[in-house]
């Protein structure tokens, strides 16, 4: 059974920072290109980041490109994100998920989501 398990949403300030993490269970982890979507209320999912297995290719929306950066560990199995520079517009349930294809809006598995509030 494939497992995400997506932590470390919480409530900040705009300009502030967080970190999100993913582990990853039930399926073979490297051969997957990993990601980050997320949906705001009343709003489409998003693409926000993916990371290709290897680690060395990175894709970002425009939106957060300069201010989230995607991680993976292989040997862990685990998926981080990290937010600076927050915004009110990113607040929104973050996912994680596997076979990410943010070009196409599109994914393979989507765990349950970490909430993520900005205020202003």
């Known amino acids: 059974e494939v497992q995400l398990q997506a932590s470390g949403g919480g409530l900040v300030q705009a300009g502030g920072s967080l970190r999100l993490s993913c582990a990853a269970s039930g399926f073979t982890f490297d051969d997957y290109t990993m990601g980050w979507f997320r949906q705001a209320p009343g709003k489409e999912h998003e693409g926000v980041s993916c990371?290709?297995?290897?680690?060395?290719?990175?894709y970002y929306a425009d939106s957060v490109k300069a201010r989230f950066t995607i991680s993976r560990d292989n040997a862990k199995n685990m998926v981080y994100l990290q937010m600076n520079v927050l915004k009110p517009e990113d607040t929104a349930v973050y996912y994680c998920v596997a076979g990410c294809r943010i070009h196409r809006g599109q994914y393979d598995y989507r765990g349950q989501g970490t909430q993520v509030t900005v205020s202003s």
């Open positions: 990371v290709l297995s290897s680690g060395d290719e990175l």
